[in-house]
Structure formats: structure tokens, C-alpha cells
């Protein structure tokens, strides 16, 4: 079954960088774009950032525009989120997420597959 387990998450001060890791199982991983999202509790999950399943094309929400980067490696089912210029308010649980078609979309109700997410703190 299709499995995704994040990692990378931690503490860091405003103005840091994290980098958080999703190893991809059970799917052909290749073949689909992929995205990562993330959620504050009480508060409605938000798309972060997709890729195109060939790596070539990336998709950024307003919020982290210019401040993250989203990156995969097919030869080895993961995927990345480089998180640079951190603030406050990138404090959240960060998902990696498979949608149901392989094309990239936004929408994360056309999201199937979620990891367990890990956790991002961002403060002084």
C-alpha cells in the first residue's frame, strides 16, 4: 500500500532553514506529481508547494513563494522541501502528499495518500 513517511522537521529561529525529507512507498512514484502541505491546528490544511512528476516543473503557494523550494528524486522515491527565510508563521505540521491522478493540482481534496507529517517550529 502506498506508504510516505516525512522527516526533517525540528525547531528554528526566524530567519533559519530546515530541509524535510518524504521517502515514497507502494506507488510508482515517478509517474505522479507530488506536493507538500501543511496544517496549524484549528485551522484548515494549506497546499505548500507541488512538482510535476519529471522534477522539471514546481508550483508554490503565495505564502513561501521564493522562500522554499520543493525538489524530487526519482531514483530514490523521495522528496524535498527546502524551507529558507523561516518565520513565525510557517510554524505547522508539514505533509507530504500523493494526489489521486498524476497530474499536479492544488486542490488537496484530489489528494489521496498523506504521510504522518512532521512537525516545523519556527521561534526564538
Known amino acids: 500500500q502506498v506508504q510516505l513517511v516525512e522527516s526533517g522537521g525540528g525547531l528554528a529561529q526566524p530567519g533559519g532553514s530546515l530541509r524535510l525529507s518524504c521517502v515514497a512507498s507502494g506507488f510508482a512514484f515517478s509517474r505522479y506529481a507530488m506536493s507538500w502541505a501543511r496544517q496549524v491546528p484549528g485551522k484548515e490544511f494549506e497546499w505548500v508547494a507541488g512538482?510535476?512528476?519529471?522534477?522539471?516543473?514546481?508550483r508554490y503557494a503565495d505564502s513561501v513563494e521564493g522562500r522554499f523550494t520543493i525538489s524530487r528524486d526519482n531514483t530514490k522515491n523521495m522528496l524535498y522541501l527546502q524551507m529558507n527565510s523561516l518565520t513565525p508563521e510557517d510554524t505547522a505540521r508539514y505533509y507530504c502528499?500523493?494526489?489521486?491522478?498524476?497530474?499536479?493540482?492544488?486542490?488537496?481534496?484530489?489528494?489521496?495518500?498523506w504521510g504522518q507529517g512532521t512537525q516545523v517550529n519556527v521561534s526564538t
Open positions: 502528499a500523493k494526489p489521486q491522478g498524476y497530474y499536479h493540482t492544488p486542490n488537496l481534496y484530489e489528494y489521496d495518500s
Open positions: 512538482i510535476y512528476s519529471d522534477g522539471r516543473t514546481t
